[in-house]
């Protein structure tokens, strides 16, 4: 075939030719160093809900819109990851979580899942088996109260140490409860730290003792420190170690940021080195914990923002009360089914005060661990008359949790700005026994009241309080837009929050949470290219299939740090 050779020919040929080496020459814009495609985009950014593709360059979101848009960011070095139609949403951040605990827990025995205190005897034998005479056997998880049945004898539920102690002899064994405020310890550990009937309950703690005033091997709250010296026994595992194995869980469930809920200054020294030689990929919000006057010396010069974006500084973690399931929450009323107690108040309203003054000297949220009615109330007082002695300002104080509440504390969250910092998944994974403990009419009016907190303005964060609970926020999800408890019950239905409420819960509520709204919690332009691909869309497959869903891929400034089976 011969071309013809007229000047209108010529001219076709001549705007061909051109339009071919525009296309060589690559895109019509700065290419990204990353592209998704392909899939349902969910934003949580209102000005554009949806999309189909996203592009970023240098760690942040460059443009968002369809495939076509999204198009000429594509370059010959850009990463090009296809959705094939697969949900794409900001990047999960763990509200509140203890980091190092994470790592750790990787390297102790895992309790979570034993029916009974038979088996938790079994899985320490065991261990007992492959351990040297001497060495100490951590583990963590055990709740009596979701074992199948009570051990003989019991106190309350917990079990006594000889049978522990017949398989343990010649070995410490120091057993963490799921929630983190008690401890089982055989009689070797005791023996190594000094415990006998005569050793008494420290400020805030309770040795849980049989008729006769002998220890049986719990030790509830602040009583668990008595366990130091056998503690101190063990080999500890290498720091670093621990944060890098967080680090690998945390990426592994979709968590980009993670909001750690109390650490010491040596820990951050240690996260900060970490970040400097760029092992450490994960975006951590820190809660300092430590006395006020460790506080006093130390918060000016650890106060960070956001370094090298990977690490920020600026909260103040405090504890005023234990777990309900350990009997530890403070109530209002005494237990229903511990009628001589109403719970422990483990760090004094005066000490909490004084940290509060020292937040405010110091430009530092202050969040404090409050569980039960009464604790959350006294929570609230120092709040009020510290903003009250400050001035206005926009503080964002944090109660990490708010379980369990009076009727009449609820609109203060609202009323007052505090956030309420509370884990979807500990509704359903307590609702069981929590109605046993609180009656039907605190449990009705009170218990993890997510909509009525809502109602009265407040902010909810979501998180899942790791290691107490598995730091998987699908399954937190799940458990806040479900309430469906293990044994098939809806824990009080009407509290329940829809999807796209769940969704902000767990990114830019949560972000909010900590002054971070404006460069992370949602998929805008401008905002740290944080992202999680989802293997299923949990904003519309029946609730049932929702935690079958996957982790495909998680994204970290643009930087995919995690690729699951499908990814």
């Not at 895109?27 to 160093?33: C, I, L, Q, T, V």
């Not at 000005?47 to 593709?53: D, G, I, T, V």
């Not at 824990?491 to 769940?502: G, I, N, P, V, W």
């Amino acid at each position: 075939m011969v071309l013809s050779s007229s000047p209108r020919v010529l001219s076709l040929v001549a705007a061909l030719t051109l339009a071919l080496a525009a296309c060589d020459s690559g895109p019509s814009r700065d290419a990204a160093d990353l592209v998704l495609r392909g899939g349902k985009i969910v934003t949580v950014d209102e000005a554009m809900p949806e999309a189909q593709a996203l592009a970023a360059r240098d760690g942040r979101i460059v443009a968002i819109g369809s495939d076509a848009e999204i198009r000429d960011y594509i370059g010959d070095d850009t990463e090009v990851v296809e959705l094939d139609g697969q949900l794409a949403i900001p990047g999960f951040i763990e509200g509140h979580g203890h980091y190092m605990g994470v790592g750790r827990s990787t390297l102790q025995l895992n309790l979570m899942e034993v029916a009974n205190w038979d088996e938790v005897i079994a899985i320490v034998e065991a261990a007992v088996a492959e351990a040297t005479p001497g060495e100490v056997i951590t583990g963590r998880g055990w709740h009596q109260e979701k074992w199948d049945r009570r051990p003989e004898p019991n106190v309350a539920g917990l079990p006594f140490h000889a049978s522990l102690s017949a398989v343990s002899p010649d070995n410490p064994v120091i057993l963490t409860h799921a929630s983190g405020h008690a401890t089982y310890a055989n009689a070797k550990a005791m023996e190594l730290s000094g415990i006998d009937r005569t050793t008494a309950d420290p400020d805030g703690g309770e040795i849980v003792r049989d008729a006769s005033g002998n220890a049986i091997g719990a030790f509830r709250e602040t009583a668990s420190g008595l366990l130091g010296a056998a503690r101190r026994g063990g080999t500890a595992p290498d720091a670093r170690r621990v944060a890098l194995l967080a680090q690998e869980e945390a990426f592994s469930k979709g968590i980009t940021s993670f909001q750690d809920a109390g650490s010491g200054f040596g820990t951050v020294d240690l996260w900060k080195g970490m970040v400097d030689d760029g092992s450490l990929k994960i975006r951590l919000w820190v809660m300092i914990r430590a006395g006020n006057q460790s506080l006093s010396e130390n918060l000016a010069a650890y106060r960070l923002v956001g370094y090298e974006d990977r690490l920020t500084v600026r909260a103040i973690k405090k504890s005023i009360d234990g777990a309900l399931g350990s009997h530890g929450a403070w109530l209002l009323e005494p237990y229903d089914d511990l009628p001589t107690s109403t719970g422990l108040n483990t760090t004094s309203p005066e000490n909490i005060r004084e940290t509060a003054r020292l937040a405010m000297e110091h430009g530092y949220q202050l969040n404090v661990h409050a569980i039960g009615d009464r604790g959350n109330r006294e929570t609230l007082d120092i709040f009020e008359q510290a903003y009250a002695a400050q001035g206005d300002g926009d503080y964002r104080w944090r109660v990490e949790h708010a379980q369990h509440l009076h009727p009449d504390d609820i609109p203060r969250f609202g009323a007052l700005g505090v956030i309420a910092s509370m884990q979807g998944v500990h509704a359903t994974s307590d609702g069981p026994w929590v109605e046993p403990k609180l009656g039907s009419q605190r449990t009705r009016e009170g218990a993890y009241v997510w909509q009525k907190l809502m109602e009265s303005g407040a902010v909810i964060m979501n998180g899942t309080d790791a290691p107490v609970e598995d730091v998987d926020p699908l399954a937190s999800y799940y458990a806040t837009v479900s309430r469906k408890m293990n044994n098939g019950g809806v824990f009080f239905a009407d509290q329940r929050m829809s999807r796209l409420e769940a969704l902000q819960s767990y990114t830019i509520n949560a972000a909010y949470g900590a002054f971070e709204e404006d460069i992370k919690g949602s998929l805008t332009v401008g905002k740290l290219a944080d992202i999680t691909v989802l293997s299923q869309d949990v904003m519309t497959i029946d609730e049932d299939a929702i935690p079958s869903t996957e982790i495909v891929y998680t994204i970290v400034g643009g930087e995919v740090v995690y690729r699951g089976a499908g990814g």
